[in-house]
Every structure is written in structure tokens, then in C-alpha cells.
């Protein structure tokens, strides 16, 4: 995993007091990741348009047209009146090697967004949003300098965003391309050296970005086992038998020695699934709340959940119900799978605080935060586009879904999966973070198309992780 960053500016701060480097070391070589980027992309006969604003996102822009002039057909176009020192530095050199400088947005095979980036600190004005709206209309391969334009630093949006196909941000990754509401926008991110090593650059942080290598799979290393070894799901099945069903799916793919589904024996289930009326004995994690419809035996499934000290897997309807935060209070070892306008129930539920679904979409990471500093001991998976697993103040974020998930089903395939973990020993944080991404990274495996895959083809790509 990667570190992940609300602002870099105090890590380039750093860099000057500590390592001496100066501002215009660390921009020469911001410059030079960015030419390098462009450079992939251009032969001799295309062209690339730096399109550069007043600051410093702007001057890298303009270090890398100077590195590229010569060589390559690049030209500088400056909509507005250049403001920052270093960026009249920076364009007085590129006039002096005879790099072009355009009055208007010309065709060229590829854009590069030099117009803000770290620095803008409200929204774009209307002419501003017009150019950029002009900008993503062109034809060609679009590279964002350390993050999209209209991208502000609260993590907010202009009305119009840079599209992106690549984003080449300076120094280390930030939160701001981690947002699901940007995912359409910044294409591939690459993480620019800016003159030290990625890992002297960084300082420790409590976000994490996750990595395909993160993923812990259940892999079966003692020979001498059996079914027990491997523990026992107990899934609680609500009256949409199906979602129990799904979860129940994903657990047992996902190495469960046993799964079984609590409650009435339902019309139709696969033969490797087992049902009962009540716990079974040797069951080591609960998972509920899939297909649960209001009204339930409150007391019942109050009975079944806290008179034992089994961890818990709570989604769906349960996150809504006030039983939640009793659930919450025992302290029993919880992971909590919502969805946005879940996790939305869950914040008025919990914290008294009524936060839209709009609202948390447009800043996961603070509400997430929050969430899990408040209720240090629960595991949140904040489902999404991008899903947050947030634990303690920590917060781990997996950009490896795809649209594919975006099915009815597919969130009890997971819970399922994180329950198998937490069944085969992993911390409800480890089986969080493994269950989500290898939910997300079977998603991937599907590449004839991104449109059909069922839960059911979730549950079987487990087999080929
Ligand atoms: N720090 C370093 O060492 C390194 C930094 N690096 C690079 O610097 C970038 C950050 O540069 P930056 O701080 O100059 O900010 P930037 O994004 O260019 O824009 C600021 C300008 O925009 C203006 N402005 C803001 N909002 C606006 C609006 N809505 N509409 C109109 N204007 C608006 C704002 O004006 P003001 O708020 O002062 O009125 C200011 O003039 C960073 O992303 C990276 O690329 C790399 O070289 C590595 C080393
Ligand atoms: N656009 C998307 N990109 C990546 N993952 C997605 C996308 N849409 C949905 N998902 C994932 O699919 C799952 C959907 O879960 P959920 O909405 O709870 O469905 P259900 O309750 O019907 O099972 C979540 O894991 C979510 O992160
Ligand atoms: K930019």
C-alpha cells in the first residue's frame, strides 16, 4: 500500500529545510515527469498543447514544454495573467530556447492541464469553466499535471472538471483523485519523483491507497485439516432469501469450512450450504442484515447477535435499524458494510447527525474518518466506486472495483467474503481489506465485457484469484 496525502505542501516544505532542495529543484523534476508522460505519447509529427495557468501548476507545465521544444512540436497557450514568481521565471526561460506561445486553444494530438492544481482554493468562474469545457471537447490524449483542473483543495468540484485520460501528480498520491465523484476524471495516476526518493519524499500518514499486493488470500498452508479447520459462516436470512443465499456463496468460495444459513428452510439452496432455526454451535462470526425486511423479530435476532461473543458482519437493512446501536455498543468485534445511503442511516443512527447521501459522496473520507475515530473498535467498508475500509482513524482506500459490481447482489457476495475471513482467522480489519479487494480484483478478471457479470460470476472468479 501507498501512502495518501489531504496536501502535499508541507512535504515540499520539507524538502527545502530539510534536504535542501528548493522550489525549483523540486518543480525542474515535476517539469521533467511531465515531459516524460507527454513524451510517451508523442511522435515526431504530433503536436502536444500545454495549456498553463497563473501559479506554479502552471510553471510546471511550462518547465516541461522547454524540456520537450526542440525535439518535439509543443507550444504554451496562457489564458490568464501570470501571477506566481517562479512562473514568470519559468516562461522568460522558455521564450529564451524559442518555445511557441499561442493565443487561442489550437488543435493538438495531445493537452496537457497545467491550469491548477494544488492551489485552487474556490470555484472556477464561468469563462474558466468554458475553456475547460472546450478543452475536454478536443480530440486527443488529455495528461492533468498533478491533479485535474476544477478539482479544489477542499476536495470540492467546479462545475466543470479536466478530463483526464493520465494524471501525473507531484511528490506523492492525493486524496483528492481518490474521491469516487473524480473517478471519471483522472485517468491513470503516475507519482512524479521530485528529486528524492518516493519514500524520503514521504512522511507517515494514516491513508493508505491499496494495492493488489495487500491482498491476503485464505491460501490452505497446513496439510493436516478438515472442514473445521476453516471455520463456520453463520448467515441470518432475512425474507429476500436470496441475498442470504449470495452472501452465504461468497463465504463459502472464499474458503469457509462450513456456511450455514439461519432461519426457515428456504425453497431452493445450493447443496453445499447447510440451514438450521438456530446458531450453530460451533459458528465463529454472525453475518446478518442482507434481505432483512422490515419489520423483523427484533428480539430474536437481538438474542442471536449479542448473547454470544461471535464477531459480526452487519449490512444492509441492519444498519438502519436502532438495533445497530446496541450491536454497537456491546463492543463486539464489528465490520459494517454500507453503502452510501446506508451509511448515511448509520450517521443519524449513531451520531445523531443527519448528513445526505449527497453530502457524504462529496467528502467519504472526512464522514469515514469520523465514523471510525468515533467507534474506534468497528470496521467500516464504505462501499462505492472507490470503497473505504476505515478502522481507528486509519483509512484504506480500494480503487480496484469497476462499474461491472454495480449490481444488485453484489454487496452480499462481499460480506459474505469478509465473513469467510474473519472465519479463517483474519482481524475484521485484514478480512475487510482482503474481502474488498478480492471482490474488486475478481471484478477486473471479467474482460470480455463490464456489463454482465452476475454475483453468482463473482463467487466462481474466486476460484481463479
Ligand atoms: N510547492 C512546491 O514546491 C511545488 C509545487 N508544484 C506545483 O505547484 C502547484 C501548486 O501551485 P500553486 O500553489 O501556485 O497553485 P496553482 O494550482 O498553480 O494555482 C494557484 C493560482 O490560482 C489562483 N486561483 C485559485 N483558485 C482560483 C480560481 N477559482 N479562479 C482563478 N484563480 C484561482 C490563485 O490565485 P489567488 O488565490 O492568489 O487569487 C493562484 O494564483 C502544484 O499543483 C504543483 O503542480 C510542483 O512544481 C512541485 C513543487
Ligand atoms: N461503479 C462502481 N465501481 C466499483 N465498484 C462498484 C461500483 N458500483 C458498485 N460497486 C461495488 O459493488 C458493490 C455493491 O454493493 P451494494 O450496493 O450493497 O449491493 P447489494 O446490496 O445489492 O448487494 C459494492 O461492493 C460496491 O463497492
Ligand atoms: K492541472
New binding site residues.
Given amino acids: 500500500m501507498h501512502y495518501v496525502y489531504e496536501e ?2 508541507s512535504l ?2 520539507r ?2 529545510t530539510t534536504f535542501g532542495l528548493t ?1 525549483e529543484i ?2 525542474e ?3 521533467l515527469a511531465l515531459a516524460h508522460a507527454v513524451k510517451k505519447k508523442l511522435t515526431c509529427k504530433k503536436s502536444a498543447l500545454f495549456v498553463c ?8 507545465g511550462i ?1 516541461a514544454a522547454r524540456l520537450l521544444h526542440g525535439a518535439y512540436n509543443v507550444s504554451l497557450y496562457l489564458p ?1 495573467k501570470i ?2 514568481e ?2 514568470k521565471l519559468q516562461l522568460e526561460r522558455a521564450k529564451k530556447v524559442g518555445v511557441i506561445v499561442v493565443d487561442e486553444l489550437i488543435d493538438a494530438d495531445i493537452y496537457v492541464d ?12 464561468d469563462l ?1 469553466c468554458k475553456l475547460l469545457e472546450t478543452l475536454n471537447a478536443k480530440q486527443g490524449y488529455k495528461i492533468a ?3 485535474p ?1 476544477g478539482i ?1 483543495s477542499d476536495l470540492t468540484l ?1 462545475s466543470v472538471i479536466f478530463q483526464a485520460n493520465e494524471t501525473v501528480t ?2 506523492a498520491l492525493k486524496l483528492a483523485l481518490l474521491n469516487d465523484n473524480v473517478k471519471d476524471a483522472i485517468g491513470d495516476i503516475k507519482v512524479a519523483n ?1 528529486g528524492i526518493s518516493r519514500n524520503q519524499y514521504e512522511t507517515p500518514s494514516s491513508l493508505f491507497l491499496l494495492h493488489k499486493s495487500d491482498l491476503r488470500l485464505p491460501f490452505r498452508i497446513k496439510k493436516n485439516a478438515n472442514k473445521g479447520t476453516f471455520g463456520h459462516v453463520a448467515i441470518v436470512q432475512g425474507s429476500k432469501e436470496g441475498a442470504a443465499r449470495l452472501a452465504g456463496m461468497g463465504a463459502f468460495h472464499f474458503g469457509a469450512g462450513l456456511v450455514t444459513l439461519i432461519g426457515e428452510k428456504p425453497k431452493k439452496l445450493p447443496i453445499y450450504l447447510m440451514n438450521s432455526e438456530t446458531l450453530p454451535k460451533n459458528a465463529n462470526v454472525i453475518v446478518a442484515g442482507m434481505g432483512l425486511e422490515m419489520p423483523f423479530d427484533e428480539v430474536a435476532l437481538k438474542t442471536l447477535l449479542l448473547s454470544n461473543t461471535l464477531p459480526l458482519v452487519i449490512d444492509a437493512s441492519l444498519s438502519q435499524h436502532p438495533l445497530l446501536c446496541e450491536i454497537i455498543a456491546s463492543q463486539k468485534p464489528l465490520v459494517l458494510t454500507p453503502h452510501p445511503k446506508e451509511f448515511s442511516s448509520i450517521l443519524e443512527l449513531t451520531c445523531k447527525e443527519k448528513v445526505s447521501v449527497e453530502a457524504i459522496q462529496a467528502n467519504r473520507f472526512a464522514y469515514a474518518k469520523r465514523f471510525s475515530l468515533a467507534f474506534p473498535h468497528v470496521v467500516l467498508v464504505l462501499k462505492g466506486a472507490n470503497t473505504i475500509i476505515a478502522h481507528n482513524g486509519e483509512l484504506f482506500i480500494n480503487t480496484y472495483g469497476t462499474p461491472a459490481l454495480a449490481k444488485g447482489g453484489s454487496g452480499d457476495v462481499m460480506s459474505g467474503m469478509i465473513g469467510a475471513l474473519i472465519a479463517q482467522g483474519y482481524t475484521p480489519k485484514d478480512a475487510a481489506i482482503s474481502g474488498s479487494l478480492a471482490h474488486a480484483l475478481v471484478s477486473r478478471k471479467f474482460t470480455c465485457n463490464n456489463f454482465a457479470l452476475t454475483p453468482i460470476d463473482i463467487c466462481k472468479g474466486l476460484k481463479w484469484l
Avoid at 53 to 60: E, H, P, R, T
Avoid at 114 to 125: E, I, Y
Fill in positions: 502535499t505542501n515540499d516544505d524538502c527545502y522550489p523540486l518543480m523534476h515535476a517539469g495557468g497563473m501559479g506554479n501548476n502552471g510553471a510546471d518547465v490568464f501571477k506566481s517562479l512562473a497545467a491550469l491548477f492544481g494544488a492551489g485552487l482554493n474556490r470555484p472556477l468562474d474558466t499535471c498533478d491533479i483542473s479544489l467546479s507531484m511528490g521530485l
